[in-house]
């Protein structure tokens, strides 16, 4: 399996949980975890699994990704498993707006993109974090979740 794991971050928590996203596939198969700004669309030629994560910030991802995305070609994930992360504050006045990895995973299949899993929110404590404690756990358990799924 090949797997590429495409992510923004501002204040490096989204990074972190990017990072154990990675290392939990690792065992699985080839893996790259690259900055939305580091990506391209060449990126996607053969791979199995895109992974999308963003930081929430006005319940959309950050530029970065929102680009990374727009350049991704029409119809170019056919065949992709695709899933969405972001980090996100626990507040209800957020859950308004909604958050950014719904909105990357309705990107990722408008693109073709098959879903393999909800798009999940990992939780930080205030706007610049850190993480909630358990959290980097938890994304290493989403995506063990995915991979199984994906057998």
């Keep these: 399996m ?5 992510y923004d971050s501002v204040y490096g928590n989204t990074e972190k949980i990017a990072k154990a996203i990675g290392d939990a596939i690792a065992p699985s198969g080839e893996v790259k975890v690259l900055r939305a700004g580091e990506a391209s669309p ?10 999308v994560g963003s930081p929430t910030h006005a319940g959309r991802p950050v530029q970065a990704v929102q680009e990374f995305l727009k ?22 006045i957020v859950g308004v707006f909604g958050y ?20 999940e929110g990992f939780f930080v404590t205030g706007g610049e974090g850190p993480l909630k404690g ?18």
């Design 2 to 6: 090949k797997a590429l794991v495409v």
């Design 134 to 151: 358990g959290e980097l756990e938890r994304a290493a358990a989403w995506v063990k979740g995915i991979l199984g799924a994906k057998k």
């Design 71 to 92: 350049k991704v070609p029409e119809l170019s994930l056919k065949g992709v498993k695709v899933a969405a992360f972001d980090t996100r504050i626990s507040k209800k």
């Design 100 to 119: 950014a990895a719904g909105r990357i995973v309705d990107n990722l299949k408008k693109k073709g993109g098959s879903l393999v899993a909800s798009p």
């Design 42 to 51: 060449s990126e996607l030629v053969s791979i199995d699994l895109l992974i």
